[in-house]
């Protein structure tokens, strides 16, 4: 395969212009496979935010002029295009990320079914009117669209994180402005190309590359922007929150997880092997859902764990392109390093590793700890990357309180063919999310979302297009 050069872009997308940085200056990409540079972006700041933000405020009225189905109809071919240059998305999306094409396949698929799935939520925002408390009251209740949206995204799924904001906010009648992570900006550019294709007007859909710090400061300080959406880590999730405090924005936060992964004595072994490798694994440990700490019974933890490191010693790690690759990846040093830290305190700490465990340059062999314990820096903190830490457990109570201590809650999965222990289960665990007997819960149908300090609002589902509308109450006086 090769870079389209159609959809290739390395400039920002700003008021339907292709456009550099005021002073010229660029960033460098490269493929962490390889460590080749890829090509470059513009590192723009505060005036080139300034002008996409004013560039969304002037699009609104263009935009909102069209009706719903006009809106939806758009969306319909954002998304078609999106299907059609499947192949070319993935592979950009590869050489950028990391994760196998496959996988990155699965991603634009994944991206592109929000757009449909907002598409036809387009048309179905719908008001209510509500009985007056006297006969001559009337009370209309109207959703219109918030204005001006804005959203930094992260490296990790490049497509998929930006259109679960942007649809539902052009779903809606707003405009949007999109700042995605250095190191993955080549996904978000070939949308603006498929964007500008698919008839979305000059100044709705942005894509401004650069200088974080600046650039989220006018994203979130702002007056114009109404509404911002972050989707990264906790402890900058916190900090644009604090800044977006300053105009009172609405705000919505997909931030971090400490995922449990439970399988009961009464579970299917082989099954939660399986749903184990693929909720720790997916993108080489690198996502807010993976499984974070792996709980395995008295019962079956020998069984679970010889059955579950054997299946990982033959996932296959290499260059994302080339096929059969299982693993790519990680996506910079310092994620290497993060990554090995965790490792070296697990095992001072009496973890035993059954597999895996070295690297060689950003490739990390998937590891598997046996005889974790709670001291552990892997029990509290993020891994964001391919080690699974397997505990013991003897109580359902008991693992219910191990899984809940953690000021995260964004994914939880255990597995068990009790049907009473089941409802129990997934009724006690303090998350935004259960998966039950499946490692794999993300879809567009779902509101995908996480409480504590994992983040606020929900992102997919009918739920999704409440972040970007504005709910209006009219009260009419009615003569007799
Ligand atoms: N809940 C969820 O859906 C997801 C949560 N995450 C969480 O994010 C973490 C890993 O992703 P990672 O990208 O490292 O997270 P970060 O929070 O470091 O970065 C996320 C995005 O925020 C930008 N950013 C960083 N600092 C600032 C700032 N001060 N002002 C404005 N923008 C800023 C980054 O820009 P740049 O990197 O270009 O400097 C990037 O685009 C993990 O904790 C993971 O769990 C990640 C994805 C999804
Ligand atoms: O960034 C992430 O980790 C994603 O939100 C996970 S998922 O939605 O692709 O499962």
Request: some cysteine; overall charge negative; glycine content about 8%.
């Amino acid at each position: 395969m090769s870079l389209n050069p159609l959809l290739f872009k390395t400039q920002a997308y700003i008021d339907g212009k292709w456009v550099n940085a005021d002073k010229g200056g660029v960033i460098e990409v490269t493929n962490p496979a390889t460590g080749e540079v890829i090509g470059s972006i513009p590192n723009m700041g505060k005036a080139e935010a300034e002008r996409a933000v004013l560039a969304a405020e002037a699009a609104l009225a263009v935009w909102q002029q069209k009706s719903a189905k006009e809106r939806a109809n758009i969306l319909r071919k954002w998304f078609n295009l999106m299907m059609q240059h499947q192949e070319d998305l993935a592979y950009i999306l590869t050489i950028e990320q990391g994760k196998p094409l496959a996988e990155a396949k699965g991603e634009i698929a994944y991206g592109a079914s929000y757009i449909e799935w907002f598409a036809e939520e387009a048309k179905r925002i719908y008001g209510d009117t509500i009985p007056g408390p006297s006969a001559d009251r009337r009370i209309v209740v109207l959703k219109q669209p918030i204005g001006v949206c804005a959203a930094i995204t992260p490296w990790n799924f490049p497509n998929a994180m930006i259109t679960r904001k942007a649809a539902p906010a052009l779903a809606a009648g707003c405009t949007f402005v999109i700042r995605p992570a250095s190191q993955t900006p080549f996904s978000a550019l070939a949308m603006a190309v498929l964007a500008e294709e698919a008839g979305i007007p000059a100044g709705v859909f942005n894509v401004i590359t650069g200088d974080a710090e600046d650039i989220g400061h006018v994203l979130t300080e702002s007056p114009i922007v109404r509404k911002f959406s972050f989707t990264g880590s906790t402890p900058v999730g916190r900090r644009l929150m604090q800044q977006c405090a300053s105009t009172i924005k609405k705000v919505s936060l997909e931030l971090g997880g400490n995922a449990p992964f439970i399988v009961f004595d009464d579970a299917d072994v082989d099954a939660a092997v399986q749903g184990a490798v693929a909720a720790k694994f997916r993108n080489a440990g690198q996502t807010c859902v993976c499984a974070n700490r792996i709980y395995a019974q008295a019962g079956i933890y020998e069984e679970f764990t010889q059955k579950l490191a054997a299946a990982v010693q033959k996932l296959n790690v290499g260059d994302g392109t080339k096929a059969g690759v299982e693993i790519g990846p990680m996506i910079e040093p310092k994620a290497i390093k993060n990554t090995v830290s965790l490792l070296e305190d697990a095992k001072a700490k009496g973890g035993e590793v059954l597999c895996g465990g070295e690297h060689k340059d950003l490739f990390f062999m998937p590891t598997v700890i046996k005889n974790a314990n709670t001291d552990m820096r892997v029990f509290s903190e993020e891994i964001f990357g391919p080690i699974a830490p397997v505990f013991k457990f003897d109580t359902e109570d008991e693992v219910i309180r191990l899984a809940n201590d953690t000021e995260y809650g964004l994914a939880s999965y255990f597995y068990s063919e009790n049907m009473s222990r089941v409802i129990r289960v997934y009724e006690k665990l303090d998350y935004g999310m259960v998966g039950v007997n499946t490692g794999i819960i993300s879809n567009e149908a779902a509101p995908f979302g996480g409480v504590k300090q994992s983040g606020l609002g929900r992102e997919g589902s009918k739920y999704g297009i409440e972040d970007y509308v504005e709910i209006k109450y009219v009260a009419i006086a009615v003569k007799s």
